[in-house]
């Protein structure tokens, strides 16, 4: 009994010194390269779960990407020369005069992605989600050398039939289709669209597939998010909307908006298509028509951001605050999913004690309840600074969106989050166009005529159950 006894003394000495020495030594490990916010929320979790906390944290808690895949990138540069090239010539193709207060925004988003301000674009803003799907296989049967498809979600339901259907179409007649879908987005589907887009001819792959027992793993929480559509390199669309029916989640109808665009424009979305092309496969496609001469089509300047954790700065981010930093007399912002770290709120804070109207649409309806939860504690510190916080009712608002003032805007597939900011591979359309700005308002103004303004003395009601819920939600929402 004694021997029992001290050999249970020694398992439980081992025990707690191993619990120490993961919390001290993830003390040192978790601040780098990572937000105050997600720190805080790693350390409480490996304070008081320090085994399974540090089992998370290989799986999914280091920051970027891994060495093999960073090497890839920066040799992209070097072998998208062409790519280079076309964009020199669409950001020369149509001379753009930006106003003064826009030359720090573009800039900015050129340092951080690489990608110059375009004119000569014609821009159409689409937000009937059956419409837009109808736009899509129309531009697909009209294609003639090549169709690039980059999406989240590509399910083989209805909507995703159809668009299959089309790009088999499309290969039937000598087109060069190739499809790009996360593998974890798409994961349910996944399977049953390559094949069946194989089957036909076209080249189809998953974004960062998710093997752990393979060489070069992916981490399961480092996703592509985008939604790209190039056509014969001078039609594309940038937005929000997946490849599937909108109420493919029970109970959830969704609403989204996308940015078809026709001109020089085009040269940017095919270069970031092609780059995530060739970190998955290593392909590098070849042909003059990739990157077409630019005829100028329009008169809309227009500048693409990519972002991801593949880059050295969160762009996403940088741009939202920029933009709130950059208004004079209102802010609009439309996200689905709205988790903000210290500087948005700062800059949010900021912006209403410079006198400028801070607008944020947000749905009603959630899909993720994690999150939802999570974005509801922010609601009273916001509402008490003066942001005016609106809930869409009926549908999950899904589109992501931000204006500034009347004169520049934001398109995209980044929701206002920290996952967006940091975890997710993302593409912006910045928009310098007071006519685009103008529609993108009518449509705002549709948002908040069918949204219920949150009032404080009202939100403040809620139950305490609610309150502590979303505070324990609040203090993981670094890690969503």
Known sequence: MVVIANIDDHWATAYVLTEWTIRLTMVALVPLRRSPEAARSWLLLLFFLPIPGLLLYLLIGRPTFPKWRARRFASLPRLFSPGIEALKAGATAARVELADRHQPIATMTRNLGRMPVIGGNRLEILTDYAGIVDRLVADIDAARDHVH???????????GGRLIAALARAAARGVRCRVLIDALGSRPWAANVIAALRA??????EALPIRPLRWRPARADLRNHRKLTVIDGHIVYVGSQNWVDADFKPGVVNVELMARVEGPLAASVQTVFLSDWYMETEELPAGANLFPPPQPVGDTALQLLPSGPDYPVAGAERLTVALIYAARRRVIITTPYFIPDEGLIEGLQTAVLRGVEVVLIVSLVQDQRLVGLAQRSFYTELLRSGVSIYLYRGRLLHAKHLTVDDSIASIGSSNVDIRSFTLNAEANLIVYDPAAIETLATIQAGYLANSQKLELDVWGERPLYRKLGENI??????LL
């Open 149 to 159: 498809v980059l999406v989240y979600i590509f399910a083989d339901d209805a909507t």
């Open 200 to 205: 036909q001819g076209v080249q189809a792959q």
């Open 473 to 478: 939600a609040r203090l993981v929402s670094p």
